[in-house]
């Protein structure tokens, strides 16, 4: 039996495959991986021995990388297996690649595949639960946390003094008659429970940010162009909402959207006002999303409540940005779906799943 070849969709993580199972993969690329792994796995080299130890059956292999429908068709002839994440794969896709053994989405909602056409053709789905995904939900619930404790205010500040600084006025209670707490006089302390959370993109992040926020006992609107399934809803604790009812009733909006055309500067000025005053805007997605002139004068008017971000409007950042100057903004350096070990155990759970279809 020849060596597997595999087609996998242009990504830069999934190119990961391509450094794991092809030896023609450039000493360039392989050393651009060390590097970005470096600061959590010292040892790739290591990481890359061990991982082709456990595949005595796909490695060494060929990786095709393909960015568009017409590239992915194309290289599919002698195809024993497909890795996609956004592009589209049916019945063209299917017949297009006689010798398919298996379509791994690079994900957990296979939205994309045709599961019909491909059952027919007796073609396995596979799916993996990325933990990058689950990281991110983490992250948000973290940073709205971070808003609602004002932790971005009071985070290692516990003197007098520090606390002054910072625009407190700390002064310890009577305590012959009271109990101590929050001596430092912080308000605005908020919970998140029984609050109003509008999620934007009930997909993959999306689902992961409402299973924790329904264990915060948040009520959970969502929206996106398509309304999903009752048993969708259901298990995941969320009511769909049209756009501007989500925005007028969530106490907080999370936006898990992807950054394209389509979503660059959703939240303008005009979306920004439609939200409900003192409301806290939540943006682990593309920073692009949420028009930064209208967002500063959201912020500056007091109709916005608070922003967390993550990732930055420019990497690295500035210490003069014009949000650091505002006391209910949480900014994150693009860390939302950390550690790096995240996208390292998915790629070794999707290439040890294919290993298992080869035969």
Avoid at 221 to 244: K, M, N
């Amino acid at each position: 039996m020849g060596k597997a070849v595999l087609v996998v969709e242009e990504d830069p993580f999934l190119r990961l495959i391509g450094v794991t199972l092809d030896p023609a993969t450039s000493a360039e690329r392989i050393a651009a991986f060390a590097d970005f792994f470096a600061h959590d796995l010292p040892d790739f080299d290591g990481w890359l021995r061990r991982l082709r130890g456990r595949l005595p059956k796909l490695f060494p292999a060929e990786v095709r990388l393909v960015d568009s429908s017409e590239a992915l068709r194309s290289a599919l002839a002698d195809a024993d297996f497909a890795v996609v994440e956004s592009l589209p794969f049916g019945a063209a896709e299917l017949a297009a690649a006689p010798r398919l053994r298996a379509v791994q989405k690079y994900g957990a909602i296979p939205n994309n595949i045709d599961a019909a056409a491909c059952a027919a053709r007796n073609v396995p789905v596979l799916t993996i639960r990325r933990r990058a995904n689950i990281a991110c939900a983490e992250h948000s619930i973290a940073l709205m946390l971070g808003l609602s404790r004002q932790l971005q205010r009071t985070i290692n500040r516990i003197s007098t003094q520090s606390l002054q600084a910072a625009g407190f006025s700390p002064r310890t209670y009577d305590r012959r008659h009271t109990a101590n707490s929050n001596w430092a006089r912080v308000p605005n302390i908020r919970l998140l429970h029984e609050t109003t959370l509008g999620i934007v993109g009930l997909g993959e992040i999306g689902r992961e940010v409402a299973t924790r926020a329904a264990a915060f006992g948040m009520n959970i609107l969502y929206h996106q162009r398509r309304r999903q399934p009752a048993s969708v809803e259901t298990a995941h604790h969320a009511h769909y909402a049209d756009f501007d009812t989500l925005l007028e009733s969530s106490d907080w909006v999370v936006i898990c959207l992807p950054g394209n055309a389509n979503t660059r500067h959703l939240f303008d000025g005009l979306r920004l006002a439609r939200m409900k005053p003192g409301a806290r805007l939540i943006n682990i997605s593309r920073p692009e999303i949420v028009d930064r002139d209208a967002l500063i004068a959201a912020l500056r008017s007091g109709h916005l409540g608070g922003f967390a971000l993550d990732p930055l409007y420019e990497a690295p950042g500035r210490d003069d940005d014009e949000l650091l100057q505002f006391n209910n903004v949480l900014i994150t350096p693009h860390i939302a779906a950390q550690p790096r070990f995240n996208a390292l155990d998915d790629i070794t759970d999707l290439i040890t799943g294919l290993e298992k279809k080869w035969s």
